[in-house]
């Protein structure tokens, strides 16, 4: 079955750094853009960065360029998203997801791993 397990969150303090992994598994992932949402608590849903299936492109949220990089190996069919300079505005629920290239439809969610910046 398909699943998106992430991992690599945890409590850091501001300005430390965290690096954050997507492990896919049960579809193709070479097929899929995928991309990297949060939540924080009372707050929507953002998407933070996305890259394109190639890793050719990538996107990112104005409040994270500079500081955060999303990166992904097909061969091992992982995301990762690496977070430095991080601050108490990016604790949040980060969240894995995929989206067929070819059928904008087909998309899966994980479940997320908890990124919470204090001192």
């Known amino acids: 079955q398909v699943q998106l397990v992430e991992s690599g969150g945890g409590l850091v303090q501001p300005g430390g750094s965290l690096r954050l992994s997507c492990a896919a598994s049960g579809f193709t992932f070479s097929w899929f853009a995928m991309s990297w949402y949060r939540q924080a608590p009372g707050k929507e849903r953002e998407l933070v960065a996305r890259i394109t299936s190639a890793g050719d492109f990538t996107i990112y949220l104005d409040s994270v360029k500079g500081r955060f990089s999303i990166s992904r190996d097909n061969a091992k069919s992982t995301l990762y998203l690496q977070m430095n300079s991080l601050k108490p505005e990016d604790t949040a629920l980060y969240i894995c997801?995929?989206?067929?290239?070819?059928?904008?439809?087909?998309?899966?969610w994980g479940q997320g791993t908890q990124v919470t910046v204090s001192s």
């Open positions: 997801h995929a989206r067929n290239t070819f059928i904008r439809t087909n998309e899966y």
